[in-house]
């Protein structure tokens, strides 16, 4: 996965080289129990490092975004 993009609270985040699926477990795991911090990117270019909360009823959308001839790119689930 090339990267991964986030909106979160109508904001765009992003994170870079990482797993989609174990992204989406660790947000699974946050949403359902105890709160936790997601580190993320924000901005385009020189990103800036940011902190997301996330936690029970906390909105949160990952959007995988890989090359199209990318075969080892996870799927959207």
């Given at each position: 996965m090339k990267r991964i993009d986030i909106l979160y609270?109508?904001?765009?985040?992003?994170?870079g080289e990482q797993d989609y699926?174990?992204?989406k477990a660790a947000i699974t795991a946050a949403a359902s129990?105890?709160?936790?911090?997601?580190?993320v990117n924000h901005g385009e270019g020189q990103l800036q490092p940011a902190e997301l909360l996330v936690g029970p009823?906390?909105?949160?959308?990952?959007l995988?975004?890989?090359p199209?001839?990318?075969p080892d790119a996870d799927p959207p689930a």
């Open positions: 609270d109508g904001a765009h985040y992003s994170v699926q174990a992204m129990g105890p709160a936790a911090w997601v580190s009823g906390i909105p949160i959308a990952l995988p975004i890989a199209d001839d990318d």
